[in-house]
């Protein structure tokens, strides 16, 4: 049987399945879902198109999802996050269809899209990292909604999307926003990101962090553990925000709090995860001292406003892998990391298997309770079921060889009274 795909090379295969199978060591979560699935087979018959980063990570939560009886057909979230050996071996070694190649350019990249989405009969289940399968179907292929149950998205930029265009009443089915899950957030974007972008960088640059000033924009859960991360290495942060409860948090959690303009002629790197458009514009490279390092690990490439900065150079030149320099007419340099891509992947691996297998937990719990409820949510943006979160937590502490208290009968009733005093 020929498994539609569009890879690389399908003799990367083996050396793929052997790091799939390392990443699996690490996702002991993931593993035992993947076991219970194989008896249970409770997504027998259904039909996901997904659209992840394909890592190795990616690659386990997709045999779990074909463990439990899906037929899965996988692109790529983002061009530099492919990892081709693992795209190679989920075709050749576990015989999932995927479309997804290191580098590919933009037509490459929406032409995967559609042959993720093109499943015989049409798919029933999305799952996004960034809403680029919902934005398709809602915009080129509406003909494929009907067939729809429900979906599910992976990230903060991606939940942002959807809920607008929920309040406009545009989107046409239940989206479960797997980033919001207390064991997403908490743990993937804080210590996922925050290790995974201090990785890519030190992989492309090779500095020193320590002494550094270091600008992160945006202090939301992976502005958190990007400035932890920072500081534990040495680096002096300043943190840059427009929330002024996050800014405060910043504050009270020891970091130096301004607005860009007055960080970009301190910071010797800066690097946004704010979610947002050009946080990093013309006027602040204007100010940045020579040498500057500028990165994204936000998930679209539009946090630096990167015409802005081909613009102001007279020449760019790339000095070594994920590095361009761009000379300024005065003289002074600015380096862009990952072509202001998501530098924890392009430069890097991405998050670690440990925290990626409750987040990907969590996308293999929740598709299995929309195709369990399907046709019975309305089309909103919807939070993961708690019992699916606190489960998730619980397996994950078991695998851990961890253990904690549980209520007593005496606590409970307490904690349900309103008339027992103190």
Known sequence: MTIPHDVKDLSLAPAGRVRIEWAERQMP????????????????????????????????????????????????SNPLSTQDAAAAALVESFGIPVFARHGVDGEGYYRHITAALSHPGGPQVTMDDGADLVSTLHSKLPELLK?????????????????????????????????????????????????????????????????????????GWCGRGLAMRARGMGSIVIVTEV?????????????????????????????????????????????????????????????????????????????????????LADGRRVFLLAEGRLVNLAAAEGHPPTVMDMSFANQALCTEWLWRGAGKLPPQVHPVPREIDDGIAKLKLACMGREIDVLTPEQVAYLKSWQEGT
């Open 29 to 76: 979560v993931l593993r035992r879902i993947r076991e219970r699935f194989a008896k249970e087979k409770p997504l027998a018959g259904l039909r996901i198109s997904a659209c992840l980063h394909v890592t190795t990570e990616t690659a386990n939560l997709a045999r779990t999802l074909a463990a439990g009886g899906a037929q899965v057909r996988l692109c790529a």
């Open 147 to 219: 067939g729809i149950v429900g979906g599910t998205e992976e990230t903060t930029t991606g939940v942002i999307r959807l809920r607008s265009m929920a309040a406009e009443g545009a989107l046409r089915y239940p989206i479960v926003a797997v980033n919001d899950a207390q064991t997403k957030h908490l743990f993937d974007n804080r210590y996922g990101t925050g290790q995974s972008t201090l990785d890519g960088i030190l992989r492309a640059t090779n500095v020193l962090l320590a002494g550094q000033r270091l600008v992160v924009a945006g202090y």
């Open 243 to 327: 929330d002024p409860v996050r800014a405060l948090e910043a504050v009270m959690d020891g970091f130096e709090v301004m607005p860009m303009a007055q960080a970009a002629p301190l910071g010797d790197l800066f690097i946004t995860v704010t979610g947002d458009k050009h946080v990093i514009r013309a006027e602040h490279f204007e100010r940045m001292k020579d040498g500057a390092v500028v990165c994204n690990s936000g998930h679209f490439d539009i946090e630096v406003d990167i015409p802005a900065l081909e613009k102001m150079a007279l020449r760019k030149s790339p000095l070594r892998p994920n590095v361009d320099q761009y000379e």
